[in-house]
C-alpha cells in the first residue's frame, strides 16, 4: 500500500513527539533530588520560595481594636463588634466585628438583658463544634 506525502509526515512527527516525551521522562528520572532536604521549599516573609529554612518571626495584629488577655489553659482574644440581631425566640444572636465583617453566633441568656440590635459589644471568640462563637459579650460606652 502506498502512503501520500501527508501521511508519512505525519508518522515522522508522531514518532519525533513519542521520542520526544520519552527523552524528557528520563530526563526527569534522572534529576531526581536525592534527599528529601533537597525537595522542600521554604517561604520567606516577602513570598518568595528558598532552599534554606526561614527563621519565625512573630506577626502583630493589624487590628487597634483587638486586645489579647492570657488565661492560665487558653488564650482569648477580646474583640469588639455590634450586635447584628437578636432572636428572644431562640435565644441566640449574631455579633458582626468592626473590620472583618464575619459574624459570630452567641447565646443571649449569657449576654446582658438590655442588648439590643446596633448596640457596640466587646466579646471573646472561642471555637465550639467547628464554628467560632462569642462568648462572655459586654457593653462597650460609646
Known amino acids: 500500500m502506498t502512503y501520500s506525502y501527508n501521511k508519512r509526515q505525519l508518522e515522522k512527527k508522531k514518532a519525533k513527539k513519542k521520542q520526544d516525551k520519552q ?3 528520563e530526563d526527569r528520572r534522572n534529576n531526581t533530588p536525592s534527599s528529601l532536604q533537597e525537595m522542600i521549599a521554604y517561604v520567606d516573609e516577602n513570598g518568595n520560595l528558598v532552599d534554606t529554612p526561614v ?3 512573630t506577626v502583630q495584629d493589624a487590628n ?5 488577655t492570657e488565661s492560665k489553659d487558653t488564650t482569648a482574644l477580646r474583640v469588639e463588634g455590634w450586635v447584628d440581631s437578636i432572636d428572644k425566640i431562640q435565644q441566640k444572636g449574631l455579633i458582626r466585628t468592626r473590620y472583618s465583617m464575619y459574624r459570630y453566633a452567641f447565646d443571649t441568656l449569657s449576654a446582658p438583658q438590655d442588648l439590643q440590635a446596633g448596640d457596640r459589644v466587646m466579646f471573646e471568640i472561642e471555637l465550639a ?6 462568648v462572655g459579650v459586654e457593653h462597650v460606652k460609646s
Do not use: H, L, Y
Request: charged share 45%; proline share 6%.
Open 64 to 68: 487597634p481594636e483587638t486586645e489579647q
Open 129 to 134: 463544634d467547628g464554628d467560632k462563637i462569642a
Open 55 to 57: 527563621e519565625q518571626t
Open 23 to 25: 527523552q524528557r521522562k
